[in-house]
């Protein structure tokens, strides 16, 4: 756990235990300030499912998912669900009593806008304003819940969710020419005037790596001086971030605008994933045999760049929609993407990628990758059948309870099922007359159920579309440009770890990119 992480579980109070199975301890929360603070649950309640819409940046986190002995997203969002009183601490730690699923993983550093994780919650259906605000209380400022949706019981917030869509921000500059930047680079690390290549050997040849194996172990035996790699290139192992800082000027990289040709090429080498293919290169642990290899890729596109006011720098927002992502898919994509941009590769370079045979890519940074939108379209499309289905019965029982006329029916006219029936209901079961009697016909009472506090499926249900709906897209957006991009922003002008990326995969683990066996 890194000293940021750390830091903000001290601000919480609570530390993740590994014998919790990544939940903080119940007994670490009852010892700290906010137990004080807590609300109270209402046991009378049923537990009901409902979808938690929430929002995080990821940078401090070690993903989404629960993980022993790891701060991920998860852990935090069930302490701030018992503490706002919306679970209850016998169940607390037991997700599967919870009926918890999650509709979608993001890795360690990936941030999300629409992320939704399912449970059943102690919550009365109304206005969710309180509780929403109830809840972030209890969250640090970089997670955000938006909205509690009524779901169905067996709703499942992975099977539900059609699609997946994510998106990458990057600076244009990465993608420059990369001889032009590799040039540079020289020109800041060594002076002005070196013509040796920084990736030379002692003989003169210049190394270029296979597996990620080769590279790590090249780069191992350079930085303890057990290898005849140039002393140049020992250098550019491990350089002062002032140096990336002095790139950025020297290269005047803030002013960087890419051209229409560029852009026009990224989005041809994008275009390149969508339909069906193998992805086991854009993976780890998988073979071009493996099933679960394949992946299909609704679209790929670049939208036009954009400049950010405060920094200067122009950025461009990748956009990726599929219905399922392997591990550090997107990124290796982006990559590749980038590597046929920059004139590293060729188109047909990538394509290769999908065939069989092993070829080791490069994978750009987690900082500017995020889940953007969860696409629920089938059971958007059923909840919307079945809400206008109980809208109209309800409708019909409303008109008959204020009009109970009774169906005039002359004996002998009808002798049919429904003929007999509305005859016995204007004569009375036994046969006698009630309008003789002085009664009111006898109507059959119709059952109507309450908005839903005892049958989870009887309640009206939301669709699973955020996005769209006008009571929340502002708060989310909001969240994106306030906590998400202003992050990504601010860590590449002070880290410059989209150049540290160029950096590496130029000089200290380049590729060759040749497809190998996979024996």
């Given at each position: 756990m890194?000293?940021?992480?750390?830091?903000?579980?001290?601000?919480?109070?609570?530390?993740?235990?590994?014998?919790?199975?990544?939940?903080?301890?119940?007994?670490?929360?009852?010892?700290?300030?906010?137990?004080?603070?807590?609300?109270?649950?209402?046991?009378?309640?049923?537990?009901?499912?409902?979808?938690?819409?929430?929002?995080?940046?990821?940078?401090?986190?070690?993903?989404?998912?629960?993980?022993?002995?790891?701060?991920?997203?998860?852990?935090?969002?069930?302490?701030?669900?018992?503490?706002?009183?919306?679970?209850?601490?016998?169940?607390?730690?037991?997700?599967?009593?919870?009926?918890?699923?999650?509709a979608a993983r993001t890795d360690k550093g990936v941030h999300a806008l629409g992320q939704c994780c399912a449970a059943k919650l102690l919550l009365r259906d109304g206005d969710m304003t309180t509780v929403v605000a109830n809840i972030n209380q209890f969250l640090p400022d970089d997670i955000r819940v938006f909205h509690f949706?009524?779901?169905?019981?067996?709703?499942?917030?992975?099977?539900?969710?059609?699609?997946?869509?994510?998106?990458?921000?990057?600076?244009?500059?990465?993608?420059?020419?990369?001889?032009?930047?590799?040039?540079?680079?020289?020109?800041?690390?060594?002076?002005?005037?070196?013509?040796?290549?920084?990736?030379?050997?002692?003989?003169?040849?210049?190394?270029?790596?296979?597996?990620?194996?080769d590279n790590a172990a090249a780069a191992a035996a350079v930085s303890e001086g057990k290898s005849e790699t140039s002393q140049v290139a020992k250098i550019f192992m491990d350089l002062e971030p002032e140096k990336y800082q002095e790139i950025v000027e020297d290269g005047k990289l803030k002013d960087y605008r890419i051209s229409q040709e560029k852009l026009e090429l990224l989005r041809s080498a994008l275009k390149q994933y969508q339909g069906t293919h193998r992805y086991h290169n854009f993976t780890y642990h998988k073979s071009s045999s493996d099933a679960s290899s394949s992946r299909y890729i609704i679209s790929f596109i670049a939208e036009e760049p954009f400049v950010d006011p405060v920094s200067g720098v122009e950025w461009v927002c990748l956009q990726v929609e599929g219905q399922s992502f392997l591990l550090n898919q997107i990124r290796k994509m982006v990559a590749m993407a980038l590597e046929v941009t920059r004139g590293g590769i060729a188109m047909a370079t990538l394509v290769n990628a999908f065939a069989p045979g092993k070829m080791d890519l490069p994978i750009a940074p987690g900082i500017g990758l995020y889940l953007n939108e969860l696409l629920f379209t089938k059971y958007n499309k059923n909840v919307k059948f079945e809400n206008e289905k109980?809208?109209?019965?309800?409708?019909?029982?409303?008109?008959?309870?204020?009009?109970?006329?009774?169906?005039?029916?002359?004996?002998?006219?009808?002798?049919?099922?429904?003929?007999?029936?509305?005859?016995?209901?204007?004569?009375?079961?036994?046969?006698?007359?009630?309008?003789?009697?002085?009664?009111?016909?006898?109507?059959?009472?119709?059952?109507?159920?309450?908005?839903?506090?005892?049958?989870?499926?009887?309640?009206?249900?939301?669709?699973?579309?955020?996005?769209?709906?006008?009571?929340?897209?502002?708060?989310?957006?909001?969240?994106?440009?306030?906590?998400?991009?202003?992050?990504?922003?601010?860590?590449?002008?002070?880290?410059?770890?989209?150049?540290?990326?160029?950096?590496?995969?130029?000089?200290?683990?380049?590729?060759?990119?040749?497809?190998?066996?996979?024996?």
């Open positions: 890194s000293t940021e992480q750390k830091q903000l579980a001290t601000d919480m109070s609570v530390m993740p235990h590994p014998s919790t199975g990544g939940s903080f301890r119940l007994q670490d929360i009852k010892e700290s300030t906010d137990w004080q603070k807590r609300i109270e649950p209402n046991l009378e309640l049923k537990g009901k499912k409902y979808a938690i819409a929430f929002a995080y940046c990821g940078s401090k986190y070690q993903g989404l998912q629960v993980n022993p002995d790891a701060l991920t997203v998860e852990a935090l969002l069930e302490r701030a669900l018992l503490l706002s009183g919306l679970i209850d601490e016998t169940k607390f730690g037991d997700f599967h009593s919870l009926s918890w699923t999650r949706s009524r779901v169905s019981k067996n709703f499942n917030a992975k099977n539900a969710c059609f699609g997946r869509r994510y998106h990458y921000v990057l600076p244009t500059y990465a993608c420059s020419d990369k001889k032009e930047m590799e040039r540079l680079m020289t020109k800041c690390v060594l002076g002005e005037g070196v013509t040796v290549d920084p990736r030379a050997n002692a003989d003169g040849s210049i190394y270029k790596g296979g597996t990620k194996a109980a809208a109209n019965i309800k409708k019909k029982a409303a008109l008959k309870a204020a009009a109970p006329t009774a169906v005039a029916v002359i004996a002998g006219e009808d002798e049919s099922e429904s003929g007999q029936c509305a005859k016995k209901q204007r004569l009375g079961v036994d046969g006698s007359s009630s309008a003789a009697a002085g009664t009111a016909p006898f109507i059959a009472p119709v059952a109507l159920t309450d908005a839903g506090d005892n049958d989870d499926d009887t309640a009206e249900k939301e669709t699973l579309d955020w996005m769209n709906k006008p009571y929340l897209r502002p708060t989310i957006l909001k969240f994106k440009e306030e906590a998400v991009w202003s992050h990504i922003f601010r860590e590449e002008v002070v880290n410059c770890d989209m150049l540290r990326y160029l950096h590496y995969t130029s000089f200290i683990a380049p590729r060759d990119f040749a497809v190998r066996s996979e024996k």
